[in-house]
C-alpha cells in the first residue's frame, strides 16, 4: 500500500494543466489538450486523465503511486489499448518518469517545473534498440487551475 510519505511529492501535480506539445524545437501542433491530477478518495493514489484534440495522439488514464518498494510508478493506460508502467521520480523542481522495456521501446520524460510550480518544461524521449536517446517530442504543461 502507498505510504503518504512517499507520495507526499505527488500534490505539485495536483490539478488542471493545459498541455502543448510539438517536435524538438519546432512550433507546438495544433489541438488542444488538457490533463487533470486528483487523489483517490484516501489519498492512496493519484490519477491523471488527459484529452488531446490531434487525432494521432491518444487520450488516457495513468494511476500513480508507491510499490510495496516505496518506489513511485505511473500505470499508464490509453485510448489505444497501450498499458505502460514507468518509474517516476518527483522532487519539486524535477519530474521524471521512465521504461526500458523493449517493447516497442524504452521512454522517458525529464521535465523542470519553473514559475513558481505552474509550468513544467520538458520532452519525451525515446531509444530505439542499439541507439542513443532521440527527442521524441516536447512536452510543456501549464497550471490552468
Known sequence: MSGAA???????????WTMEAGPPGGPPWPGA???????????????QRWTVEVPEAPDGIAIIGAGDDGRLRQ???DSRGVHRVYEMQL?????????D???P??????????????TISGRWEKREEG????????????RAR
Open 91 to 99: 522532487d519539486g523542481t524535477t519530474w521524471t518518469l521512465e521504461r
Open 105 to 118: 521501446f524504452p521512454q522517458r520524460f525529464r521535465g523542470t517545473f519553473g514559475d513558481g510550480g505552474s
Open 131 to 142: 541507439a542513443d536517446w532521440d527527442t521524441d517530442f516536447d512536452l510543456t504543461y501549464r
Open 33 to 47: 489538450a488538457r490533463t487533470s491530477f486528483e487523489w483517490l478518495e484516501g489519498r492512496t493514489w493519484l490519477i
Open 6 to 16: 512517499e507520495l507526499g511529492p505527488l500534490g505539485a501535480l495536483v490539478g488542471d
Open 75 to 77: 500505470h499508464y493506460f
Open 101 to 103: 522495456a523493449p517493447d
